[in-house]
């Protein structure tokens, strides 16, 4: 079992960057480590993962705007949001577990998860 501890999100306008941290308990080369989020009335989403091989994938509406990293000397896992949209709102999540490729999009395939950190894009 691993402790995730997301930092503070916060409250941005449309096109702007925010990066999120998630500080990890265990080793980060231990697990896949991924972000999900969640909007009100809204299902928890895949929003990208990094697997232990270092290969990183993403949920199709962050591709290209979105990059996952991790600092294993900081035992963090960062998402870098940029250009963000009104529709990146929500509970941003940050995830471990061992992942199989098929199914890494589930979050019944992660076993521990932080307490959520709220992003909100607003004009």
């Known amino acids: 079992q691993v402790q995730l501890v997301e930092s503070r999100g916060g409250l941005v306008q449309p096109g702007a960057s925010l990066r999120l941290s998630c500080v990890v308990s265990g080793s980060t080369s231990a697990y896949d480590m991924g972000w999900f989020r969640q909007a009100p009335g809204k299902e928890r989403e895949f929003v990208a993962v990094?697997?232990?091989?270092?290969?990183?994938y993403y949920g199709d509406s962050v591709k290209g705007r979105f990059t996952i990293s991790v600092d294993s000397a900081k035992n963090t896992v960062d998402l870098q949001m940029n250009s963000l949209k009104f529709e990146d709102s929500g509970l941003y999540y940050c995830?471990?577990?061992?992942?199989?490729?098929?199914?890494?999009?589930?979050?019944?395939?992660?076993?521990?998860w932080g307490q959520g950190t709220q992003v909100t894009v607003s004009s």
């Open positions: 995830a471990a577990g061992s992942i199989i490729y098929s199914t890494m999009e589930r979050t019944e395939s992660y076993t521990d």
């Open positions: 990094r697997r232990r091989n270092n290969a990183k």
